[in-house]
């Protein structure tokens, strides 16, 4: 197994955590900004899919801006990354993200871990987490094997931004996000028993999704 570029797995560690402490931050600012949760589910979208916006544009050049174990695995099933990224990112994804929930609770004045108990139970919620990540999965293969990569960032943040709203669960679709919002018990968080449902769903629909887009895309000139 090759090594691993270092400003790779930095790139995905840091985006990652920008990510979710946009996620989170955003998410406790809506609470304590405004009693409607229908005020506090647009805000948190708004500034979820403008975070993951212009973090995507950032580090899109250094590691392709996956920011999600679920993205990678795609990326390696279509020969882009190697085995040893794969693994690489992951960690860096995972770790990213628990530190990005930290610097969120902390900049909140709130526990740097502080376990969620926010119920997110149930079928539907699960069978919505399904539907979300094969969802950002075909936007995904179907902006890069168009050949237009360069609208990946402005196209994943949309669908998220939409997604948060269409979807019971309000769009996780990402195992390393996932995990980090169980350390805050806030408008974003998640009940750990609850997430291991979820991630379970998420990687679920990877192992449906990815092969059913591979073979939808195909015929693509561009498809790699």
Same mark, same amino acid.
């Given at each position: %197994?090759?090594?691993?570029?270092?400003?790779?797995?930095?790139? *995905?560690?840091?985006?990652?955590?920008?990510?979710?402490?946009?996620?989170? /931050?955003?998410?406790?600012?809506?609470?304590?900004?405004?009693?409607?949760?229908?005020?506090?589910?647009?805000?948190?979208?708004?500034?979820?899919?403008?975070?993951?916006?212009?973090?995507?544009?950032?580090?899109?050049?250094?590691?392709?801006?996956?920011?999600?174990?679920? &993205?990678?695995?795609?990326?390696?099933? @279509?020969?882009?990354?190697?085995?040893? *990224? =794969?693994?690489?990112?992951?960690? !860096?994804?995972?770790? /990213?993200? $628990?530190?990005?929930? %930290?610097?969120?609770?902390?900049?909140?004045?709130?526990?740097?871990?502080? $376990?969620?108990?926010?119920?997110?139970?149930?079928?539907? =919620? %699960?069978?919505? *987490?399904?539907?979300?990540?094969?969802?950002?999965?075909?936007? $995904?293969?179907?902006?890069?094997?168009?050949?237009?990569?360069?609208?990946?960032?402005? +196209?994943?943040?949309?669908? $998220?931004?939409?997604?948060?709203?269409? +979807?019971?669960?309000?769009?996780?679709?990402?195992?390393? &996000? +996932?995990? !980090? @919002?169980? %350390?805050?018990?806030?408008?974003?968080?998640?009940?750990?028993?609850?997430?291991?449902?979820?991630?379970?769903?998420?990687?679920?629909? !990877? !192992?449906?999704?990815?092969?059913?887009? @591979?073979?939808?895309?195909?015929?693509?000139?561009?498809?790699?």
């Amino acid at each position: %197994m090759s090594a691993v570029d270092p400003r790779k797995l930095v790139a *995905e560690f840091l985006g990652t955590g920008l990510l979710v402490a946009g996620v989170v /931050g955003s998410g406790i600012m809506a609470e304590r900004l405004s009693d409607d949760v229908a005020v506090q589910l647009l805000a948190n979208a708004f500034a979820t899919a403008g975070v993951l916006l212009a973090l995507i544009l950032a580090m899109q050049p250094v590691s392709g801006a996956h920011f999600n174990p679920v &993205v990678t695995m795609a990326e390696r099933v @279509r020969g882009t990354v190697t085995t040893g *990224e =794969l693994v690489g990112y992951t960690i !860096a994804q995972i770790t /990213g993200g $628990i530190a990005g929930v %930290m610097a969120a609770n902390v900049m909140f004045d709130l526990a740097a871990i502080n $376990i969620s108990d926010k119920d997110r139970s149930g079928f539907n =919620l %699960m069978f919505s *987490e399904g539907i979300a990540t094969i969802g950002l999965l075909l936007v $995904i293969y179907g902006v890069v094997t168009a050949g237009r990569p360069s609208l990946a960032a402005a +196209t994943v943040a949309g669908y $998220i931004g939409g997604a948060y709203f269409f +979807t019971s669960s309000t769009s996780f679709a990402n195992p390393a &996000v +996932t995990i !980090a @919002r169980t %350390m805050s018990d806030s408008f974003a968080g998640i009940d750990p028993g609850n997430a291991v449902g979820f991630v379970a769903s998420q990687l679920v629909a !990877a !192992a449906i999704g990815i092969p059913l887009l @591979r073979w939808l895309f195909a015929n693509n000139p561009d498809h790699a």
